[in-house]
Protein backbone atom coordinates (compact mmCIF):
# COMPACT_ATOMS: atom_id res chain seq x y z
CA UNK A 1 0.00 0.00 0.00
CA UNK A 2 1.53 3.47 -1.23
CA UNK A 3 1.70 5.73 1.87
CA UNK A 4 2.33 9.43 1.67
CA UNK A 5 3.46 10.72 5.65
CA UNK A 6 3.57 14.75 5.94
CA UNK A 7 5.01 16.24 8.72
CA UNK A 8 4.72 17.97 10.85
CA UNK A 9 1.02 17.05 11.83
CA UNK A 10 0.65 20.66 13.16
CA UNK A 11 2.81 23.68 13.52
CA UNK A 12 2.05 27.12 15.13
CA UNK A 13 4.12 29.50 14.43
CA UNK A 14 4.81 33.73 14.72
CA UNK A 15 4.30 36.48 11.18
CA UNK A 16 6.92 36.45 9.85
CA UNK A 17 9.04 33.49 10.86
CA UNK A 18 9.86 30.87 7.92
CA UNK A 19 8.63 26.62 7.74
CA UNK A 20 9.13 24.05 5.73
CA UNK A 21 6.45 21.00 6.03
CA UNK A 22 7.38 17.77 3.92
CA UNK A 23 5.67 14.67 2.45
CA UNK A 24 7.38 11.61 1.86
CA UNK A 25 7.21 8.26 0.51
CA UNK A 26 8.82 5.28 -0.09
CA UNK A 27 7.28 5.03 -3.87
CA UNK A 28 8.04 6.93 -6.51
CA UNK A 29 4.80 9.06 -8.30
CA UNK A 30 4.60 10.47 -11.75
CA UNK A 31 3.79 14.00 -10.25
CA UNK A 32 2.22 15.02 -6.88
CA UNK A 33 0.14 18.10 -5.76
CA UNK A 34 0.05 20.73 -3.22
CA UNK A 35 -3.26 21.83 -1.88
CA UNK A 36 -4.71 24.19 0.90
CA UNK A 37 -7.83 23.98 2.92
CA UNK A 38 -9.03 26.89 4.87
CA UNK A 39 -11.66 25.76 7.47
CA UNK A 40 -14.89 24.70 6.22
CA UNK A 41 -13.83 24.86 2.47
CA UNK A 42 -12.59 22.89 0.23
CA UNK A 43 -9.40 22.17 -0.93
CA UNK A 44 -7.63 24.23 -3.55
CA UNK A 45 -4.65 23.35 -5.44
CA UNK A 46 -1.55 25.34 -5.30
CA UNK A 47 1.03 23.90 -7.46
CA UNK A 48 1.73 20.70 -9.19
CA UNK A 49 5.34 19.01 -9.71
CA UNK A 50 6.17 16.61 -12.48
CA UNK A 51 10.38 16.61 -12.68
CA UNK A 52 12.09 15.27 -9.84
CA UNK A 53 14.47 18.09 -8.53
CA UNK A 54 11.74 20.40 -10.04
CA UNK A 55 11.52 23.88 -8.26
CA UNK A 56 8.22 25.91 -8.34
CA UNK A 57 7.61 29.25 -6.56
CA UNK A 58 4.49 30.80 -6.09
CA UNK A 59 5.28 34.23 -4.32
CA UNK A 60 6.20 33.34 -0.96
CA UNK A 61 6.11 29.77 -1.25
CA UNK A 62 8.51 27.29 -2.14
CA UNK A 63 7.93 23.90 -3.51
CA UNK A 64 10.45 21.17 -4.33
CA UNK A 65 10.13 17.08 -6.00
CA UNK A 66 12.47 15.64 -4.80
CA UNK A 67 15.20 14.05 -7.17
CA UNK A 68 13.72 10.26 -6.63
CA UNK A 69 9.97 11.75 -7.11
CA UNK A 70 9.30 9.60 -3.83
CA UNK A 71 9.32 13.02 -1.69
CA UNK A 72 8.27 16.88 -1.80
CA UNK A 73 8.30 20.05 0.33
CA UNK A 74 7.15 22.63 0.67
CA UNK A 75 8.92 26.03 2.20
CA UNK A 76 6.75 29.55 3.12
CA UNK A 77 9.05 32.62 3.57
CA UNK A 78 7.95 35.38 6.24
CA UNK A 79 4.85 33.32 6.71
CA UNK A 80 1.33 35.48 7.02
CA UNK A 81 -1.92 35.39 8.88
CA UNK A 82 -3.37 34.23 5.43
CA UNK A 83 -1.09 31.73 5.16
CA UNK A 84 -3.15 29.90 7.81
CA UNK A 85 -5.06 26.39 6.43
CA UNK A 86 -4.38 22.78 6.21
CA UNK A 87 -1.75 21.68 3.81
CA UNK A 88 -2.28 19.07 1.71
CA UNK A 89 -0.34 16.78 -0.67
CA UNK A 90 -1.37 14.16 -2.49
CA UNK A 91 0.69 11.31 -5.35
CA UNK A 92 -0.35 10.67 -8.55
CA UNK A 93 1.22 6.99 -9.07
CA UNK A 94 0.58 6.99 -12.74
CA UNK A 95 -1.60 4.99 -15.06
CA UNK A 96 -4.91 4.32 -13.77
CA UNK A 97 -3.82 4.93 -10.05
CA UNK A 98 -5.60 7.37 -7.62
CA UNK A 99 -3.89 9.94 -5.77
CA UNK A 100 -2.63 9.04 -2.28
CA UNK A 101 -3.10 11.68 -0.13
CA UNK A 102 -0.98 12.74 2.78
CA UNK A 103 -2.90 13.18 6.05
CA UNK A 104 -2.40 17.34 6.22
CA UNK A 105 -0.52 19.96 8.32
CA UNK A 106 -2.14 22.16 10.09
CA UNK A 107 -0.10 25.58 10.11
CA UNK A 108 -1.40 28.20 12.08
CA UNK A 109 0.33 31.52 11.71
CA UNK A 110 -0.03 34.34 14.65
CA UNK A 111 -0.31 37.88 13.79
CA UNK B 1 -14.65 29.67 -7.79
CA UNK B 2 -13.65 26.33 -9.11
CA UNK B 3 -16.66 25.71 -11.36
CA UNK B 4 -17.50 22.47 -8.82
CA UNK B 5 -21.01 22.97 -7.38
CA UNK B 6 -22.37 21.29 -4.39
CA UNK B 7 -26.09 21.24 -2.71
CA UNK B 8 -26.81 21.54 -0.26
CA UNK B 9 -24.32 23.46 2.23
CA UNK B 10 -25.96 22.45 5.32
CA UNK B 11 -27.82 19.36 6.20
CA UNK B 12 -29.38 18.41 9.57
CA UNK B 13 -30.78 15.21 9.68
CA UNK B 14 -31.95 12.27 12.52
CA UNK B 15 -29.82 9.42 12.96
CA UNK B 16 -31.21 6.26 10.97
CA UNK B 17 -32.07 8.61 7.98
CA UNK B 18 -31.44 8.87 4.47
CA UNK B 19 -29.82 12.22 2.68
CA UNK B 20 -28.80 12.74 -0.92
CA UNK B 21 -25.95 15.31 -1.82
CA UNK B 22 -25.15 16.91 -5.38
CA UNK B 23 -22.63 17.20 -7.35
CA UNK B 24 -22.33 19.67 -11.26
CA UNK B 25 -18.54 19.32 -12.03
CA UNK B 26 -16.50 21.85 -13.71
CA UNK B 27 -17.91 22.07 -17.64
CA UNK B 28 -15.45 19.48 -19.41
CA UNK B 29 -14.74 17.70 -16.53
CA UNK B 30 -15.50 13.57 -16.92
CA UNK B 31 -14.14 12.06 -13.25
CA UNK B 32 -16.03 12.82 -10.22
CA UNK B 33 -14.55 12.02 -6.62
CA UNK B 34 -16.11 12.08 -3.01
CA UNK B 35 -14.67 12.55 -0.32
CA UNK B 36 -15.24 12.84 3.69
CA UNK B 37 -13.54 14.60 5.73
CA UNK B 38 -14.68 14.47 9.82
CA UNK B 39 -13.30 17.10 11.91
CA UNK B 40 -9.58 17.71 12.10
CA UNK B 41 -9.03 15.22 9.66
CA UNK B 42 -7.55 14.97 6.38
CA UNK B 43 -9.67 13.79 3.41
CA UNK B 44 -10.83 10.49 3.19
CA UNK B 45 -11.46 8.71 -0.58
CA UNK B 46 -15.04 7.36 -0.91
CA UNK B 47 -15.46 6.66 -4.62
CA UNK B 48 -14.55 7.85 -8.41
CA UNK B 49 -16.29 7.66 -11.58
CA UNK B 50 -15.88 8.80 -14.98
CA UNK B 51 -18.22 10.00 -17.61
CA UNK B 52 -20.95 7.73 -15.84
CA UNK B 53 -19.12 4.80 -14.86
CA UNK B 54 -17.43 3.72 -11.32
CA UNK B 55 -13.85 3.67 -11.79
CA UNK B 56 -11.87 3.14 -7.96
CA UNK B 57 -14.01 2.71 -4.71
CA UNK B 58 -12.30 3.99 -1.51
CA UNK B 59 -13.67 3.57 2.30
CA UNK B 60 -17.05 3.70 1.12
CA UNK B 61 -19.43 2.41 3.86
CA UNK B 62 -21.97 -0.19 2.39
CA UNK B 63 -24.75 2.55 3.90
CA UNK B 64 -23.27 4.68 1.21
CA UNK B 65 -23.85 4.61 -2.60
CA UNK B 66 -23.34 7.36 -5.72
CA UNK B 67 -23.98 7.55 -9.14
CA UNK B 68 -23.04 9.66 -11.98
CA UNK B 69 -25.69 10.86 -14.55
CA UNK B 70 -24.97 11.32 -18.56
CA UNK B 71 -25.19 15.45 -18.23
CA UNK B 72 -21.77 14.20 -15.30
CA UNK B 73 -23.67 15.64 -12.45
CA UNK B 74 -23.74 13.11 -9.63
CA UNK B 75 -24.89 12.58 -6.44
CA UNK B 76 -23.57 10.49 -3.17
CA UNK B 77 -26.82 8.80 -0.84
CA UNK B 78 -25.63 8.13 2.55
CA UNK B 79 -28.52 6.05 4.19
CA UNK B 80 -29.58 4.51 7.58
CA UNK B 81 -27.59 7.31 8.89
CA UNK B 82 -25.45 7.23 12.08
CA UNK B 83 -23.90 9.82 14.36
CA UNK B 84 -20.25 8.86 12.98
CA UNK B 85 -21.74 9.95 9.61
CA UNK B 86 -21.22 13.55 10.59
CA UNK B 87 -18.71 15.36 8.57
CA UNK B 88 -18.07 17.64 5.23
CA UNK B 89 -18.83 15.65 2.13
CA UNK B 90 -16.38 17.40 -1.12
CA UNK B 91 -16.83 16.52 -4.47
CA UNK B 92 -14.40 17.15 -6.80
CA UNK B 93 -14.22 17.01 -10.48
CA UNK B 94 -10.86 16.61 -13.16
CA UNK B 95 -9.74 15.63 -16.95
CA UNK B 96 -9.25 12.18 -16.09
CA UNK B 97 -6.86 10.94 -12.88
CA UNK B 98 -4.93 14.77 -12.85
CA UNK B 99 -5.35 17.65 -10.98
CA UNK B 100 -8.57 17.67 -8.82
CA UNK B 101 -10.60 20.45 -8.40
CA UNK B 102 -13.29 21.10 -5.52
CA UNK B 103 -16.15 22.31 -4.42
CA UNK B 104 -17.81 23.83 -1.59
CA UNK B 105 -18.57 20.55 0.39
CA UNK B 106 -21.86 20.02 2.12
CA UNK B 107 -21.66 19.89 5.95
CA UNK B 108 -23.68 17.06 7.50
CA UNK B 109 -25.20 16.86 10.75
CA UNK B 110 -26.62 13.33 11.97
CA UNK B 111 -28.72 13.91 15.16
Known amino acids: TQLLEQSPQFLSIQEGENLTVYCNSS?????LQWYRQEPGEGPVLLVT???GGEVKKLKRLTFQFGDARKDSSLHITAAQPGDTGLYLC???????????WGAGTKLIIKP | DSGVTQTPKHLITATGQRVTLRCSPRSGDLSVYWYQQSLDQGLQFLIQYYNGEERAKGNILERFSAQQFPDLHSELNLSSLELGDSALYFC??????????FGPGTRLTVL
Open chain 1, 90 to 100: AGAPGGNYQLI
Open chain 2, 92 to 101: ASSVDLGEQF
Open chain 1, 27 to 31: SVFSS
Open chain 1, 49 to 51: VVT
